[in-house]
Nanobody, 124 residues
């Protein structure tokens, strides 16, 4: 059974930083893209960042470019999201996701495996 488990969420003041981690178990995703999405109350789930299995390709939402950095540790089957210069509008539940396919995509429907989510709250 495949499981993705996020950790690292919490409450932080605007301008602060948080680091999210996601550990995968049940299969390896060394060849597959992994990504982060987020969902704020009353809004649709939106793409944040993704990285290819080879780690050669990264893609970010315009709203987080220059502030967030996605990374992977294939040996540990994990994906991380370093979030700097956080803003109140970054407040959301953050989800880790993984694809069965090998091409990086930004649509939530393109991802087959999901974590349970971790809350990030940025106070002003």
């Amino acid at each position: 059974q495949v499981q993705l488990v996020e950790s690292g969420g919490g409450l932080v003041q605007a301008g602060g930083s948080l680091r999210l981690s996601c550990a995968a178990s049940g299969r390896t995703f060394s060849l597959n893209p992994m990504a982060w999405f987020r969902q704020a109350p009353g809004k649709e789930r939106e793409f944040v960042a993704a990285m290819s299995g080879s780690s050669s390709t990264t893609t970010y939402a315009d709203s987080v470019k220059g502030r967030f950095t996605i990374s992977r540790d294939k040996a540990k089957n994990t994906v991380n999201l370093q979030m700097n210069s956080l803003k109140p509008e970054d407040t959301a539940v953050y989800y880790c996701a993984a694809r069965s396919g090998v091409v990086v995509r930004v649509g939530a429907g393109e991802y087959d495996y999901w974590g349970q989510g971790t809350q990030v709250t940025v106070s002003s």
